[in-house]
């Protein structure tokens, strides 16, 4: 049998925005984000303060309400956080709540943090480190899947931001840059006169993710780049001035949005669906949890999985296994007396055995 078609009839909703406001330091980026904490339109913001450290002082602004999110610095406490936070927006939401906001200060904070992850892996690959050996000054090559690994990560904060069921903002500071060529040479005009740009200190893709793209500079008003809507156009290199900016007035009135918008119905893009099995896997804590994933692919085509994922995710499960029945090592690698030996060959011996997998074991 084909495959049945999976439609609906389009909503006409207006969804929930993802905004971007970036500029200059000290432009009025993070004192208008609290500002609109003050309006009577939205429920609980909460902010998400990225080596920035203003929030607490900024509560002192005027009608201020807004909760600062704790962290400890480590980017898996930090997504946590953002998910914890959009799990209560989606109640919120669900109940027929005002909106939640998150904003975060800032995704350049964020970015450097993943930048600086990168590099420290580089530096750790037996390439570099031989080249850091004979000269600590030498250029560490960082290559492209640690790149992509940082990339990853910072997807799965901005695909949680892109589907929030509430208001999001996220700060990035910008600046007029020299723009330069593929060798880091700066880039010359026909008169020879070194040509600036206008550079987003993030991800390179974060103006575009985002829904609405507002730039601040310093004695100058706000200027709209870019707005995913109907409700008007922002022309290509023509934006649009922002007189008395205010981030309620842009989502509440030049946007439309209200109680009954709706987050962007924005599934995360798979190569396949073996990706929530993965992860229950590596959280696997023992051979128990492992049995019991086992138990819930006896359900074959059931699982949603094809034959071909069905398989992967199997191996998956056996080679946690056979991780959790590996004894410790002393720095070398190797069990660190004769005791701990024995006891290694004996936990692979019973490894190998668990790794099998045998009707009876997991009935």
């Known amino acids: ?19 971007l406001i970036e500029g200059d330091e000290g432009a009025g980026k993070t004192y208008s984000t609290i500002e609109f904490s003050s309006s009577d339109k939205i429920g609980q913001m909460y902010v998400l303060d990225l080596a920035e450290g203003s929030a607490d002082e900024y509560g002192a602004i005027p009608g201020a309400r807004f909760e600062v999110i704790e962290h400890d610095g480590t980017y898996l406490d930090i997504a946590e956080q953002v998910e914890a936070v959009k799990a209560e927006a989606r109640r919120a939401a669900e109940a027929g709540e005002k909106p939640v906001v998150l904003a975060i200060d800032s995704g350049s904070a964020l970015w450097r943090m993943l930048s600086n992850w990168a590099y420290e892996r580089a530096r750790r690959t037996d390439k570099n480190r031989l080249k850091l050996e004979r000269n600590p000054d030498a250029n560490v090559d960082v290559t492209r899947n640690l790149w992509n690994d940082s990339t990853d990560r910072w997807y799965r904060i901005i695909h949680a931001l892109q589907t929030f069921p509430g208001i999001a903002i996220i700060l990035a500071r910008g600046k007029d840059i020299s723009a330069t060529d593929d060798n880091g040479q700066p880039l010359l005009d026909e ?32 200027e709209l780049i870019r707005a995913r809507t109907l409700r008007f156009r922002v022309e290509k290199g023509k934006p649009m001035p922002l007189p008395d900016f205010s981030i309620e007035r842009l989502v509440f009135d030049l946007l439309g949005c209200s109680t009954a918008s709706q987050p962007r119905n924005m599934p995360a893009l798979a190569g396949d669906r073996t990706g929530p099995w993965m992860a229950r896997i590596e959280a696997a804590p023992d ?36 991780q959790l029945a590996a004894p410790a090592a002393d720095i070398d690698g190797d069990p660190d007396d004769d005791a701990s030996r024995l006891r290694a060959a004996a936990e692979a011996q019973q490894a190998e055995a668990d790794a099998e997998f045998t009707g009876q074991e997991a009935a």
Request: aromatic share 6%; glycine share 4%; proline share 8%.
């Open 191 to 222: 008169r020879r006169r070194v040509v600036r740009e206008w550079k987003v200190a993030a991800q390179k893709d974060l103006g575009f993710d985002s829904t609405v793209w507002v730039r601040m500079r310093r004695d100058q008003d706000p």
């Open 1 to 19: 049998m084909p495959p049945k078609i999976k439609s609906r009839k389009p909503t006409g909703v207006v969804p929930f925005p993802l905004i």
């Open 287 to 322: 051979r128990d949890a492992c049995v019991k994933l086992w138990k819930e692919l006896d359900a074959g085509p059931a699982t949603g999985l094809s034959e071909t994922e069905w398989k992967t995710v199997r191996l998956a499960v056996q080679e946690r296994v056979r």
